[in-house]
């Protein structure tokens, strides 16, 4: 079992930048792969990004392109999302997730591990 609590959210303006992180226990945090996905209010979970387990290879989703960054550190068991250009639209709760999977993971219904996540607002 993984455990995943994320931190960073809060409120910032458009145009801010914000960076999350996901502190991860339990399994090996290296042998996962993780990614970030995020709910807006009335709408369904979206996949943002994912990073395979080494670090080596990532996927983001076009919306976040070239404004966000994931990243992690496995000596420290820490995941980051890095987020540039805030729009009011990015506004959600935001959530860490793990799989062993890198395929698998970039779809919501096929996640291992949640965490409870953490909100961000972006105020226009």
């Known amino acids: 079992h993984v455990q995943l609590v994320e931190s960073g959210g809060g409120l910032v303006q458009n145009g801010d930048s914000l960076r999350l992180s996901c502190a991860a226990s339990g399994r090996p945090f290296s042998a996962y792969a993780m990614a970030w996905f995020r709910q807006a209010p009335g709408k369904e979970r979206e996949f943002l990004t994912a990073i395979t387990a080494s670090g080596r290879s990532t996927t983001y989703t076009d919306s976040v392109k070239g404004r966000f960054t994931i990243s992690r550190d496995n000596a420290k068991n820490t995941l980051s999302l890095q987020m540039n250009s805030l729009k009011p639209e990015d506004t959600a709760v935001y959530y860490c997730?793990?799989?062993?999977?890198?395929?698998?993971?970039?779809?919501?219904?096929?996640?291992?591990?949640w965490g409870k996540g953490t909100l961000v607002t972006v105020s226009s």
């Open positions: 997730a793990a799989n062993s999977n890198y395929i698998a993971i970039q779809q919501s219904n096929r996640v291992d591990y």
